[in-house]
Nanobody, 127 residues
Framework: QVHLAESGGDSVQSGGSLRLSCAVFGYTDSSYCMAWFRQLPGKERERVATIDSDGNIIYTEFAKGRFTISQDNAKRTVDLQMGSLQPEDTGMYYC?????????????????????WGQGTQVTVSS
């Protein structure tokens, strides 16, 4: 069982920065994909960025150039550094995980089925 705990959400002014962190507990599998999602008010949850156990990183278009996902395997954390924040970035940010005992390759395509979720951390950007 994997448990995720987000932290770092806060209220900031437009143009400001925040660093979100996701602590991962209970992970023992050899392969994984970690992701940050967000849910803006009145909208469906959307993917922000993913990073897998091979170090591959994918950003959704709106996150490119402003957000950076990173992982610290020693600390078992996955962080999301966010810059140039705008009021439209206001929402709940979630950490998600997908794990597998199969190496990434023909029998395991990562980042397609997140079953572990954190409780979320609120980000509020004021103009």
């Amino acid at each position: 069982q994997v448990h995720l705990a987000e932290s770092g959400g806060d209220s900031v002014q437009s143009g400001g920065s925040l660093r979100l962190s996701c602590a991962v507990f209970g992970y023992t599998d050899s392969s994984y994909c970690m992701a940050w999602f967000r849910q803006l008010p009145g909208k469906e949850r959307e993917r922000v960025a993913t990073i897998d156990s091979d170090g591959n990183i994918i950003y959704t278009e709106f996150a490119k150039g402003r957000f950076t996902i990173s992982q610290d395997n020693a600390k078992r954390t996955v962080d999301l550094q966010m810059g140039s924040l705008q009021p439209e970035d206001t929402g709940m940010y979630y950490c998600a995980a997908e794990v597998s005992d199969t190496p990434i390759g023909p029998y395991y395509s990562p980042c397609e089925g997140f079953i572990y979720w954190g409780q979320g951390t609120q980000v509020t950007v004021s103009s």
